[in-house]
């Protein structure tokens, strides 16, 4: 049970770490190269955001203009 808690201990550090590298930014703005806008439903909107960081905003191009509908 000790290794268990361990590999999901080591296994949690190492998920957070490579998001938060994966995430990481120039500067307090710019593109997520790479990353993709999805709906609920997996649906891509588009693809390299730019982004602000600091006032957890996101520009993105629709690909359609077409919404999925409410759920």
């Given amino acids: ?13 190492l998920a957070s ?4 590298i994966a995430a990481t930014l120039e500067g307090d ?6 990353w993709d806008v999805t709906w609920s439903d ?3 909107i588009c693809s ?10 996101i520009q993105c191009d629709l690909r359609s203009p077409q ?3 409410n759920s």
């Fill in 67 to 69: 919404r999925p509908p």
């Fill in 48 to 57: 390299s955001p730019f982004v602000w960081p600091r006032t957890h905003q």
């Fill in 17 to 20: 770490v490579t998001a938060a």
């Fill in 1 to 13: 049970m000790k290794k268990f808690a361990a590999g999901l201990a080591v296994g949690l550090v």
């Fill in 29 to 34: 703005k710019g593109y997520l190269s790479g």
């Fill in 42 to 44: 997996g649906k891509t």
